[in-house]
Antibody
Framework: QVQLQESGPGLVKPSETLSLTCAVSGYSISSGYYWGWIRQPPGKGLEWIGSIYHSGSTYYNPSLKSRVTISVDTSKNQFSLKLSSVTAADTAVYYC?????????????WGQGTLVTVSS | QSVLTQPPSVSAAPGQKVTISCSGSSSNIGNNYVSWYQQLPGTAPKLLIYDNNKRPSGIPDRFSGSKSGTSATLGITGLQTGDEADYYCGTWDSSLSAGGIFGGGTKLTVL
């Protein structure tokens, strides 16, 4: 069974960089699929952040592209998110997910999510 | 404001049927597969439907999906109180601002 687990600081100061890691178990990242990040501000809907292939190929949300970096570490079977220059608007639950993207696009396995609050 | 438009809320009685619509454009729904997600309160979203109308293993056939042109629909029959949740549609947008997109979500209330 594929499992994903997010980890990282739950509190980040404004203007600093948010860093999260998603550990994958039950499936090797190198075997295929894209791997993505999605966020959900409190009481609001889902927002796609971006996704990465094990080769390092990435797609980012155009509205966040200037601040987002997604990377992959196949040796640790995990991938990471960095979001720079954060503001209160970046406060959200951040989810990592496996992405089926071969002629389609959907998220079939999700992590439980981690709340990141941006506040001084 | 989401690229994909969903009604904010729908409601129906237990045992009844409900449909949730998702409206987009030729750059997204019109030329790409649609997926649907169920988010129960306080939990992560769960894949319900992919490739317009396919159900992952373990999803009951009470849940169905369809697509026509630039719109998609999620249908739920035999409503149960446990179906009360937020439902999101999603797809890929192939425009200049390419990327994954979601609808704004629909809150289902089982009366």
């Amino acid at each position: 069974q594929v499992q994903l687990q997010e980890s990282g600081p739950g509190l980040v100061k404004p203007s600093e960089t948010l860093s999260l890691t998603c550990a994958v178990s039950g499936y090797s990242i190198s075997s295929g699929y894209y791997w993505g990040w999605i966020r959900q501000p409190p009481g609001k809907g889902l927002e796609w952040i971006g996704s990465i292939y094990h080769s390092g190929s990435t797609y980012y949300n155009p509205s966040l592209k200037s601040r987002v970096t997604i990377s992959v570490d196949t040796s640790k079977n995990q991938f990471s998110l960095k979001l720079s220059s954060v503001t209160a608007a970046d406060t959200a639950v951040y989810y990592c997910a496996r992405v089926a993207a071969a002629g389609t696009y959907y998220f079939d396995y999700w992590g439980q999510g981690t709340l990141v609050t941006v506040s001084s | 404001q989401s690229v994909l438009t969903q009604p904010p809320s729908v409601s129906a009685a237990p045992g009844q049927k409900v449909t949730i619509s998702c409206s987009g454009s030729s750059s997204n729904i019109g030329n790409n597969y649609v997926s649907w997600y169920q988010q129960l309160p306080g939990t992560a979203p769960k894949l319900l439907i992919y490739d317009n109308n396919k159900r992952p293993s373990g999803i009951p056939d009470r849940f169905s999906g369809s697509k026509s042109g630039t719109s998609a629909t999620l249908g739920i029959t035999g409503l149960q109180t446990g179906d009360e949740a937020d439902y999101y549609c999603g797809t890929w947008d192939s425009s200049l601002s390419a990327g994954g997109i979601f609808g704004g979500g629909t809150k289902l209330t089982v009366l």
